[in-house]
């Protein structure tokens, strides 16, 4: 076998986007990129060792694979918005592909196409679509792929890229003219709709410690996270505003659908309340595994005290995290055609998605908290006068 930094894995009809030269992308896994490393008791990937925090164990597939459907949800079901032609569609790039649910969903949906996830993790299932394959790869590394792309995808890439002109520019090299990139991305830190006081303004120097300190524990959590990356190079805000840097690019048409994930079903509709239950278990899910590698070594903090604060993070997802929702921003753009006439200034068209309190749901949960608050203080009343009382003497 020959051993390579890159590796691929799935169909033996190979993506026609790799062209000829095989030796450097046609190849069986090595077993280097099995040779995963483990610390705090999770495991992390192998090639490109260290450069993602997040781990790529079994719990951390079925959060990404429970993801996967929370973005479909929000997007009605479907796996894209950008206007692709379903029938045309030829060549596909998945990057950042996880688990390979989206490239295999996507292959099964268009079975003329030939599609190719990427990702750092060898973590993909072995039965596939005969028009699905993955590659072990470096999204940051040069793209040496010998056809362009019709579409490429990537999703929940913030903790991912340090530099996203680059990643953007790769992008609209790889791809034909008039094909699409899409992505579909957070940005931090969580906002509440209905107590804004808890909400913060932004620093202008994320790598500050937080300051002021939201009350609120998630909103907490999407400081610290802000502040960890900047310190390392990740900015976990810059999907708000993506817009200028597709347009540095060379892409027009650009288009932005702005969403809220609610953290918990307290939004009014069946579908919100379904997402924001998929939301809300997402992040307890991945809680442990966003913070423990940034706190730790970037912030500083011990394991004690990351568990202590992920305590106080968990007892509010669980309590309903009233209000609490997730910046989320769906992007496409395109790139031009030859000879297409490019405004000096191209314009981003945006739409907001809109978000609901459902307030029935919302005062019974305060009058169940207040219900349970009032009983608690009644038990340690009653644990004071028992202890209050002398004991008989021996």
Known sequence: ????????????????????????????????????????????????????????????????????????????????????????????????????????????????????????????????PPNCSFLIDDADHDWIFHQPFDFIHAR???AAFKDWPRFLDQSFTNLKPGGYLELQEFHLPPQCL???????????????????????PIIQWGQYMSTAGSRIGLDF???????????????VDIHATHFKWPYGPWAKGEKMKMLGRFAAQDLEDGLQASVLGLFTKVLGWTREEVEVFLSSVR???????????????FWYARRPLPGEAIKPSQTVTTQEITLEPDENYLTTR???REERTMAEKDVERTDSAVDAQPSDAV
């Open 1 to 128: 076998m020959v051993e390579d930094e890159y590796t691929d894995i799935g169909s033996d009809d190979r993506d026609s986007a790799l062209g000829d030269d095989v030796s450097l992308l046609t190849m069986s896994v090595t077993s280097s990129v099995y040779n995963y490393r483990y610390e705090h008791g999770r495991r992390y990937h192998a090639y490109s060792e260290g450069k993602y925090l997040v781990p790529n164990d079994e719990p951390e597939k079925d959060r990404l694979d429970l993801q996967h459907h929370t973005f479909r949800l929000t997007a009605d079901g479907a796996l894209y918005i950008a206007p692709i032609s379903k029938s045309n569609v030829q060549n596909v790039l998945d990057v950042g592909t996880g688990t390979g649910i989206w490239a295999i969903e996507f292959a099964e949906e268009h079975p003329q196409a030939s599609v190719l996830g990427t990702d750092l993790s060898p973590i993909q299932p072995e039965l596939l």
């Open 156 to 158: 929940a890439m913030m």
């Open 366 to 368: 305060r009058q169940v």
């Open 315 to 329: 007892k509010e997802i669980r309590e309903g995290c009233e209000g609490i929702w997730q910046p989320v921003v």
């Open 194 to 216: 209905t107590n804004p006081s808890l909400n913060v303004s932004l620093s202008s120097s994320p790598a500050e410690s937080p300051h002021p300190l939201s009350p609120n």
């Open 237 to 251: 805000r810059v999907a708000s505003n993506f817009g200028p840097l597709l347009q540095s690019a060379g892409f």
